[in-house]
């Protein structure tokens, strides 16, 4: 049993130090006692360090409350940390709803519906779609569509709906272009811009002065719609050199990317990152998820926020925009939805449908809850 003062005492021989009004060790011998805490935790994974302290007082025989109070709290705080740490990926998704919740479900008055993704798939219909819009018609809900699309006017994304059966009109439609006219009209009036976009939507450009790309006419604006070919290197460098000069940056989305029938496609966000840093600029988004765009939506509608239910296949642009705005957002998945993206994004939908075809239950369900 012989040991030195420096060497490392037993386990069985720890003891916790009992200090007295000078601080000092007032029982055991100095050489044998060990100060469970004898100064700031050390920072430890808790599945290394609870356990072990755990470990030397059972060894140890220690019986004290104060011992056994402090080894559950050393135990309990590490379990908690771990327990905070693991809280994010346990978080409940998906069609997850507390019973309280499903108590205090709000009356929906009015609907937002995104069309891409969720309606169609390179403008063919998904399954189940157009019925669903049958009911909602039939129910005589006031809805609308609300689309980034910029490769097509109203008129033209109207006459594919109704083509594939969907019974809407051009006034249910609210497009990210018509939104950027109506923000140019207000904000840049008379301004010269110059646009950079995949497909023709002048017609929806009411009351915006364009110029041509290839003119040497200075550019107050410039506008930045849909991704296609049209964004080559010419193009993006001819942007940058107006954005230097002083333009405006305004886009009509952000979204990185959509989803076509051969996969997702790159879209105008990648390019506007680009833009952005390289020119020291910051683009004013007119489309989703800015909050300008629900804005408008609920206006078209006269909706309050509260009764009004956003659908869309875009977590972030369709769904968490929606509900910071105090729109009751539904996530479906179909289209561009990635069960990554839906793990990975910064909330949580307040809903989640297979499609859809799901959403005229969901609105009786909450009809139903409302009540
Ligand atoms: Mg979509």
Same mark, same amino acid.
């Given at each position: 049993?012989?040991?030195?003062?420096?060497?490392?005492?037993?386990?069985?021989?720890?003891?916790?130090?009992?200090?007295?009004?000078?601080?000092?060790?007032?029982?055991?011998?100095?050489?044998?006692?060990?100060?469970?805490?004898?100064?700031?935790?050390?920072?430890?994974?808790?599945?290394?360090?609870?356990?072990?302290?755990?470990?030397?007082?059972?060894?140890?025989?220690?019986?004290?409350?104060?011992?056994?109070?402090?080894?559950?709290?050393?135990?309990?705080?590490?379990?908690?940390?771990?327990?905070?740490?693991?809280?994010?990926?346990?978080?409940?998704?998906?069609?997850?709803?507390?019973?309280?919740?499903?108590?205090?479900?709000?009356?929906?008055?009015?609907?937002?519906?995104?069309?891409?993704?969720?309606?169609?798939?390179?403008?063919?219909?998904?399954?189940?779609?157009?019925?669903?819009?049958?009911?909602?018609?039939?129910?005589?809900?006031?809805?609308?569509?609300?689309?980034?699309?910029?490769?097509?006017?109203?008129?033209?994304?109207?006459?594919?709906?109704?083509?594939?059966?969907?019974?809407?009109?051009?006034?249910?439609?609210?497009?990210?272009? /018509?939104?950027? !006219? &109506?923000? %140019?009209?207000?904000?840049?009036?008379? @301004?010269?811009?110059? *646009?950079?976009?995949?497909? #023709? +939507?002048?017609?929806?450009?009411?009351?915006?002065?364009?110029?041509?790309?290839?003119?040497?006419?200075?550019?107050?604006?410039?506008?930045?719609?849909?991704?296609?070919?049209?964004?080559?290197?010419?193009?993006?460098?001819?942007?940058?050199?107006?954005?230097?000069?002083?333009?405006?940056?305004?886009?009509?989305?952000?979204?990185?990317?959509?989803?076509?029938?051969?996969?997702?496609?790159?879209?105008?966000?990648?390019?506007?990152?680009?833009?952005?840093?390289?020119?020291?600029?910051?683009?004013?988004?007119?489309?989703?998820?800015?909050? /300008?765009?629900? !804005? &408008?939506? %609920?206006?078209?509608?006269?909706?309050? @926020?509260?009764?009004? *239910?956003?659908?869309?296949? #875009? +977590?972030?642009?369709?769904?968490?925009?929606?509900?910071?705005?105090?729109?009751?957002?539904?996530?479906?998945?179909?289209?561009?939805?990635?069960?990554?993206?839906?793990?990975?994004?910064?909330?949580?939908?307040?809903?989640?449908?297979?499609?859809?075809?799901?959403?005229?239950?969901?609105?009786?369900?909450?009809?139903?809850?409302?009540?």
């Amino acid at each position: 049993m012989g040991r030195t003062g420096t060497s490392r005492p037993r386990p069985s021989e720890w003891r916790i130090a009992r200090r007295g009004n000078d601080g000092a060790a007032s029982s055991g011998t100095a050489a044998r006692v060990r100060p469970l805490f004898s100064g700031p935790p050390t920072p430890r994974r808790w599945t290394q360090s609870a356990p072990v302290a755990l470990t030397h007082r059972v060894r140890a025989g220690q019986r004290g409350f104060s011992a056994v109070h402090r080894l559950l709290t050393h135990a309990l705080t590490g379990m908690d940390r771990r327990l905070g740490e693991l809280a994010p990926r346990i978080q409940p998704r998906g069609d997850y709803r507390r019973p309280m919740e499903r108590e205090r479900a709000p009356a929906i008055r009015a609907v937002l519906i995104d069309i891409d993704g969720v309606l169609t798939v390179s403008w063919e219909p998904l399954p189940g779609a157009v019925e669903a819009m049958e009911r909602l018609r039939a129910a005589g809900l006031p809805l609308a569509l609300v689309t980034n699309t910029t490769s097509r006017t109203r008129a033209s994304i109207c006459a594919r709906l109704t083509g594939a059966g969907f019974p809407v009109s051009v006034d249910d439609i609210l497009t990210a272009p /018509a939104v950027t !006219a &109506a923000h %140019l009209r207000e904000n840049h009036p008379g @301004a010269r811009c110059l *646009l950079l976009n995949a497909g #023709d +939507i002048q017609d929806d450009l009411t009351g915006v002065t364009l110029v041509e790309p290839e003119a040497q006419a200075d550019v107050d604006v410039v506008v930045v719609g849909g991704a296609g070919d049209e964004f080559g290197y010419a193009a993006l460098n001819r942007v940058f050199h107006h954005l230097q000069r002083g333009a405006h940056l305004v886009a009509m989305h952000q979204n990185l990317y959509w989803r076509t029938a051969d996969g997702l496609d790159l879209d105008t966000g990648a390019f506007l990152l680009g833009l952005e840093r390289a020119a020291r600029v910051e683009a004013t988004i007119t489309g989703k998820p800015s909050e /300008a765009f629900f !804005a &408008a939506a %609920l206006a078209h509608l006269g909706a309050d @926020a509260s009764a009004t *239910l956003m659908v869309g296949d #875009d +977590i972030e642009s369709d769904v968490l925009a929606a509900q910071r705005s105090g729109i009751t957002g539904t996530l479906v998945k179909t289209g561009k939805y990635l069960p990554e993206t839906h793990r990975s994004a910064d909330g949580t939908p307040d809903h989640v449908l297979d499609s859809f075809a799901a959403l005229p239950d969901l609105l009786e369900q909450l009809a139903s809850d409302s009540r």
